[in-house]
């Protein structure tokens, strides 16, 4: 691990800038671990940083011009700072190669999806030679879960079993930018499991793009439900979360261990992605709606109280009124507790993004609109039956924007519902688990204001207040990226990310 010389006003420091999906989020918590073990700190907010990451995404319409309008904007800030380095990661980085450099020469090094462990090295060897370095790799070499890692949150984190996918959606950058699936080996993640909930992580998310899949590469088709009953094994983890599922490969014996596991949640994001046949085809999704609703029925009739989310994407090329009527259909009878919707826009690099029959902007926006229309009135209606219900609370930093005027705390109960409630009279810490009452819903929110019925202390809430975001070395364990979990919740909108299960 190269060594960072300090500056004459101590070691050298950092901002990370994160672009895109949950896997950006998790492989910037990983750049940040790196460069902490290499002796550089975190900027102040107030100053500027002596090296600036961008860790891009390649998958929204105007990506490049937003990396490029931020890169013109560093220029002059680099000039009167003399020694700033600048360092373009991720997708785009892994896309656009050599091509950053030659439209912003200013641009110190440029690194891919497959290699962010080299990025202290290359920060280090631009410096000494005074040249930028470009360094992509096609594949893999160590799987990122083995670099340290900076978790952001004391009582929840990401495990990544899997990276890369296998399949071949049309409208996704993953297969092109993250390479074949690859998987952990179940004795690796567990352990990393078990090293979480030992530094007090009362939470973990389970993650891969498919981890339905997961278990292809070595040869066992029911590794994923096996992962999710050893998880139940492991004392003091109280909740088990996964995402992303695949309605392709999802099989029963995952819904059985869903429902046996106790600290299993029964929460279930499911991309449906279009309720048409026609356009699940042309985006190369092998199942159907038919057995996307089969699937439903059986996790509903296994778990009748598990929230149900999905992703849609709406004006996908070739998508017609009557397709788009199917999606409208799937989304009333499958009744999802939320939804993330996207306008489908152009992705460079994409299959989709040569199609023809490209869909017109304002037709979009009009199904887009119809379709939040009726999901949050659904989504409204189950909220609404929670009321009178007792709900326990994982107690979360960051999630109620509205806390400070409400004077309400915010947390997450078992299904991934967000839940706003009244803690007065009690010493609440993020971290802590609460049981209360809901008295209220919203399409997106549910509100508890009677008094809570329960407050359990926990270890993730005392290293809260203690201030101890663990940081796990990268060795032979090898950590993940940690962090607070995005939890699929009754949100809609926005621009989706690959737009997938990712
Ligand atoms: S959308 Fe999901 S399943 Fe499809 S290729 Fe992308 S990552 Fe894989």
């Known amino acids: 691990m190269p060594t960072n010389a300090p500056t004459q006003n101590g070691p050298r420091t950092y901002r990370v800038t994160t672009y895109g999906c949950q896997m950006n989020v998790h492989d910037s918590e990983r750049i940040t671990g790196l460069l902490e073990d290499a002796g550089y700190v975190s900027a102040p907010e107030s100053d500027e940083p002596d090296v600036m990451v961008f860790n891009t995404c390649a998958v929204r319409e105007n990506a490049d011009n937003r990396l490029y309008g931020n890169l013109g904007h560093l220029r002059p800030v680099k000039d009167a700072h003399p020694g700033m380095q600048i360092a373009v990661g991720g997708c785009l980085a892994q896309k656009d190669r050599g091509d950053i450099v030659a439209k912003a020469p200013w641009v110190d090094v440029v690194f891919g999806t497959h290699n962010i462990g080299s990025l202290p090295t290359l920060l280090e060897r631009a410096r000494h030679n005074a040249t930028a370095e470009v360094e992509i790799l096609e594949s893999l070499e160590v799987f990122p879960s083995t670099l340290p890692t900076k978790r952001e949150s004391t009582y929840a984190g990401w495990v990544s079993i899997s990276v890369g996918c296998n399949n071949t959606c049309t409208f996704c950058i993953v297969p092109s930018l993250r390479g074949k699936e690859k998987d952990r080996r179940p004795g690796e993640v567990l352990a990393e499991v078990q090293a979480l909930v030992d530094q007090g992580v009362s939470e973990v998310t389970l993650l ?129 507790a939320g939804a993330f919707t996207f306008q489908y826009s152009i992705r460079p690099g994409t299959p989709a993004a040569t199609m023809a029959d490209q869909v017109p902007k304002d037709v979009v926006s009009d199904r887009y609109r119809r379709l939040i229309a009726l999901q949050e009135e659904i989504s409204w209606e189950l909220n609404r039956e929670q009321v009178g219900r007792e709900v326990e609370v994982l107690v979360s930093v960051g999630e109620g924007r509205k806390d400070a005027a409400t004077g309400r705390m915010s947390g997450r109960a078992r299904d991934g519902r967000l839940v706003h409630f009244d803690a007065s009279g009690w010493e609440v810490r993020p971290g802590d688990v609460v049981t209360t009452v809901i008295t209220q819903a919203a399409p997106h929110h549910l509100i508890a204001d009677d008094m809570l019925t329960d407050h359990r202390l926990t270890a993730a809430g005392d290293a809260w207040e203690q201030g101890n975001a663990p940081k796990l070395p990268g060795v032979s364990l090898g950590m993940p990226a940690i962090g607070l979990p995005v939890v699929a919740s009754a949100e809609t909108g926005g621009d989706g990310c690959c737009g997938g299960s990712c």
């Open 208 to 336: 891969g793009q498919n981890v339905n899949s997961y278990g292809v590469e070595f040869g066992d088709r029911l590794a994923f439900g096996k992962l999710l009953r050893a998880c139940g094994e492991i004392d003091g983890l109280e909740r088990v979360r996964f995402t992303s599922p695949h309605p392709k490969d999802f099989t029963d014996d995952v819904i059985a261990a869903m429902a046996e596991t106790p600290n299993v949640c029964h929460q279930l994001h499911m991309p449906l992605q279009s309720g048409s046949d026609q356009v699940l085809k042309a985006m190369r999704r092998s199942y159907r709606s038919e057995r996307f609703l089969g699937i439903i029925d059986k996790v509903r009739a296994a778990m009748p109280d598990a929230a149900i989310t999905t992703d849609i994407i709406v004006g996908f090329p070739g998508e017609t009124e009557e397709d788009f009527q199917a999606t409208l259909d799937v989304v009333r009878k499958a009744r999802f």
